[in-house]
């Protein structure tokens, strides 16, 4: 746990097995919500991977 009192969403994965990091602005985006409570709505054509 950090010191804003919640898990921080760091974006960084496995790199092996998914070819993904997150930029710090989606971070960013991320640790807000978690750190309101509220949802986030994601937004994007079907099958981009949204869930």
Known sequence: ???TG???FKGDVNTE???YIAD???R????VSI???RPLLV???PGTGKT
């Open 1 to 3: 746990m950090s010191n």
């Open 6 to 8: 919640f898990n921080q």
């Open 17 to 19: 097995r998914i070819k």
């Open 24 to 26: 710090p602005q989606l």
């Open 28 to 31: 960013n985006i991320v640790n």
């Open 35 to 37: 750190a309101l409570a």
């Open 43 to 45: 937004k994007g054509e």
